[in-house]
Nanobody, 122 residues
Framework: QVQLVESGGGLVQPGGSLRLSCAAS????????MGWYRQTPGKQREFIAT??????????NYADSVKGRFTISRDNAKNTVSLQMNNLKPEDTAVYYC?????????????WGQGTQVTVSS
């Protein structure tokens, strides 16, 4: 079992920046993929960005809506995954969740953080 704790959310004006961080309670080296998702009231949780492990070349993948504005990174030494968000728009307002996935005894296991609120408003 692992706990994921997000931080860095808050209120920002349109065009501004925020950096979200997700701290894991144990070494993240075994997580094949880590990522960020977001959810607004009444909608399904949507994919934002993922990054694979070092052994998989740290490949990143982004939703079209955030390409060129958001950057995901992972620091295996600090057991964290971060999301740098630039040029934020009101439609980026949501609760942002950290996710991690690993294979345990041949079965995929997924973990979620509790979420952090991001509000983009003037």
């Amino acid at each position: 079992q692992v706990q994921l704790v997000e931080s860095g959310g808050g209120l920002v004006q349109p065009g501004g920046s925020l950096r979200l961080s997700c701290a894991a309670s144990r070494n993240i080296f075994s997580f094949y993929v880590m990522g960020w998702y977001r959810q607004t009231p009444g909608k399904q949780r949507e994919f934002i960005a993922t990054i694979t492990s070092v052994t998989s070349n740290g490949t990143t993948n982004y939703a079209d809506s955030v390409k060129g504005r958001f950057t995901i990174s992972r620091d295996n030494a600090k057991n964290t995954v971060s999301l740098q968000m630039n040029n934020l728009k009101p439609e980026d307002t949501a609760v942002y969740y950290c996710n991690a996935r690993e294979v345990v005894l041949g079965t995929w296991q997924g973990y979620w953080g509790q979420g952090t609120q991001v509000t983009v408003s003037s």
